[in-house]
């Protein structure tokens, strides 16, 4: 099999332009697309001009001479798919880390969508424990939802404790400029809990080309597409951290003489993206992707143009912040969003569920507007008075991330503090549910 | 013969062919690749050089594959089936389309050629007939499906046969037609129509004139959009952009509903397939299916036919336009259409205007928005295309090119802000920055005070201004401070949030909340003036925000009761007693 695709294979080895990410070649008879081996490392056919070829070279072109050797394969990137893959970790070739052989059959990456009226609407919800999460912004499979958080935020932690959580039949990570100690980390915790059975990764740690890491998310994705279209399996797909795709979107299309738009991003940012999370899915025979990603911003600025396409492509963010009034890191109830909680609070939780949730938020927000009078130096009334009793208790039982319980009690934990501090009048609640849940504290 | 060419460049979907015959400007052509053939427009010629936009994936295209002129531009194929179609943006029909995934180059029809249509005759023979006349009529769901003459006839035309009344597929010859020279025309059910070119066949395009109820308070009651007008509603992400015109899709009054998804979400596509064929038609009492088309080129699809697919809806509304029909269009989001036009005129590297978007951009969108319309059509009867679109700034910045050229082209503007969808007040469309060009017209203003008694509009400024000079107090509080003010100032912002919660805010979640009629937005209107007018006692400014927090929620109780139910007037009397303990003579 080798042997005869090899006879195939077109040698060439006059290279007239060279630049930091790019060769270009005389060659006739290539597809667009197609992958070639320059100079040992691996490339991507990303133009093509009558018999001129342009290659992207993904570890880049340093100490490649105008007489390298170029390989082409005559195929696009592919990934061999099988249950062989769970419990291993590929670089972004798609090659066992430590070496060894994988079983299966060959498929190529970045493949088509799923036609939209073959896809379910998504109706499972995913208990992680965390109420920040649960209570406020419950997630659903099938959906696809980054974290948002600047890069000192511990945002792998929770991920790592999400996906532990979220009772998957596989966790594929998509380890995008990953750091080694973050990549030991999850293979720590994944070992720990007993699962590495059920893990998958494709790792580019920071010590690899940046340019290589634009594979990881097609690997990782293609993985979870075998298991979740073939095999019927509820699949969950981390990727962190996306923000350093885009910016490896942005060395490529810069040196390919691209017109930047928005924050030096490629014009083609949202679609790229898109692309990507689009890839979750609710199949109708119960195999599903979900896909938790992770943004980093910088110093909070969600108007980047990297979190600004994201949060135009995926259903909701999860924004972790530091709360200095409580001194843990909570899931931000403002700036946080689930767009496809709906579906299931109040159907597959308790009904009194997206009542309860408003509520506490606006109360959240009514303190925060007595924090702001505090701040310009006003006296506060009562009412405000108890709004930050409320807020610090709120942060503290419920939007931490370190919180662990399950969706009654965070309702529950919920009534007690609307009990504590304020009068059904001042909740406004639906009179049913204050009947109802209020009295039972 | 078609023209023939050859492959001789590839930059991701852009395709360059040479050819040494006759191309027109937007022709389609189709690139063999494999088994397959992949379907292109093209956008440039210069010289023997064609440069074209495939509208599929190029993966693994090589120089040299043949390229095949089709001798027409993007066009659609206009007759009876289209209603509860789900279409992509070529108007592929996808659930025609084998497999779980989508397959490069699998074009499948629109229409069901086989199925038969009961058809009734509307001329006789002898008569004389122009493009767009009504020829006879077949049952599509509820509605009545003109078979016209295509739009493409120029010119009078005698009827000179004309089948009778019966059961027959589409292909099949309805009518013959003679034109002034003598040659016959014959008239099947189905004809295609160029969607980049508008449909002409009506006689006049007055300015709008009535409202185009859609039970959204924040549009009905502040600023309502016409019959036959345009608005578009900018948004950063998450502010309620798609669920509001998924509000709109349920519930406006429109005859048929086509929504053109737009480089968003597949979710929210599958959101309308999954609901809307077991949510009942207000106005019909039939499935919200049935009067309802969708368009998806969403954000995986691709990207070249983002164009194609809002082209696409608008065609296929003036289409049913035509028929006297009252059509409302959406468009979710017009920006991703923008986005494709930008990625293409880079790569093609035109120089580049503001955002590095096409130089003609704001041409091309005031065009778009100029198809939609009220018309009264060469018979005398009407019909109308409302068209909403969305728009997503970059950054939530409405000083962008796309909110920028949308908003010279649009009359009606529903700005989106981020700070009420934070604080959950939804629809969180900015009360004081969004307005409605329409409620200055005088013959809106009739129309409305005809409709909802002679106070309606004067009641309509009066909660307006109330929003205003709410806003303005609170500004006023902040500085100064609660105690810093004086007692009336406090008055002044509650009885706008009053306005706010009760009018503005709308759930659109709950099943009694989420829709209300006219009928209820009145009796709510004047409610809600007649309390803001009235005076009440209070002793400090700390009493003043208890007893509205009361009253709101009082209000709140009746927006989630039934209009007129037992619960609703038990909800009634509360607030009457809650009004009476402070309110002054
Ligand atoms: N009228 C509304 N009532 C209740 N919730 C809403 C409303 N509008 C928006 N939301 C909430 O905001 C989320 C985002 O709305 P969406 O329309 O998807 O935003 P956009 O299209 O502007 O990105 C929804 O999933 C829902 O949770
Ligand atoms: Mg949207």
Redo the contacts with the bound molecule.
Sequence with gaps: MEKDTKAFQRIYTKLFQLTKATVSLQASGIGNEELAIVDGRLAQVVKIMGDIVTLQVFAGTEGIANDAEVIFTGKAPTLKVGEDLAGRFFNAYGEPIEGGEIMGEEREIGGPSVNPVRRMQPSEFIATGIAGIDLNNALVTGQKIPFFADPDQPYNQVMANVALRAQADKIILGGVGLTNDDYLYFKRVFDDAGALDRIVGFINTTENPPVERLLVPDMALSAAEYFAAEKGQKVLVLLTDLTLYADALSIVSNRMDQIPSKDSMPGSLYSDLARLYEKAVQFPDGGSITIIAVTTLSSGDITHAIPDNT??ITE?QLFLRKDSDIGKVIVDPFRS??????LVIGKRTREDHPQVMNAAVRLYADAANAKTKLENGFDLTDYDERTLDFARAYSEKLLAIDVNIEVEAMLDTAYELFGKHFSPVEVGLKQEFVEKYWKKK | MNTIGKVTGIIANLVIVETQDRVAQNEICFIKHDNTRLMAEVIKIMGQKVYTQVFESTRGLKVGSEVEFAGHMLEVTLGPGLLSKNFDGLQNDLDKMTGVFLKRGEYTDPLEKDKEFEFEPLVKEGDTVIAGGWLGEVKENWIGHKIMVPFGFKGEFTVKSITKKGSYTMNETMAVLVDKDGKEHKVSMVQKWPVKVPIKAYKEKPRPFKVLETGVRVFDTLNPMAEGGTGFIP?????????????LSKQAEADLVIIAACG?RAN?VVEIFTEFPELDDPRTGRKLMERTTIIANTSNMPVAAREASVYTAMTIAEYYRAMGLKVLLLA??TSRWAQALREMSNRMEELPGPDGFPMDLPAIISNFYSRAGYVYLNNGETGSITFIG?V?PAGGNLKEPVTESTKKAARCFYA?SQQR?DS?R???IDPIESYSKYLEYPEIIEYLNKQNGENWTKNVWFVKDALLRSKEVYEQINILGDDGVPLDYHITYWKGEVVDFVISQ????DKIDQRSGFVRQRYMLENVVEVLKSNYKFDSFEEVNPYFKKLINQYKQMNYSEFESEEFKKNEKELEIIIQERKVA
Aim: glycine share 14%; no cysteine; hydrophobic share 30%.
């Design positions: 949060g135009y909701g969003l689930s767009r496809l909680k709906q | 948004g950063p992400f998450g502010s309620g952009k798609t669920v509001l015109q998924h509000a968003e929210e979710d989001s969305t997503s989106l969808a959950k939804y629809p969180a709308q759930d659109a979640f």
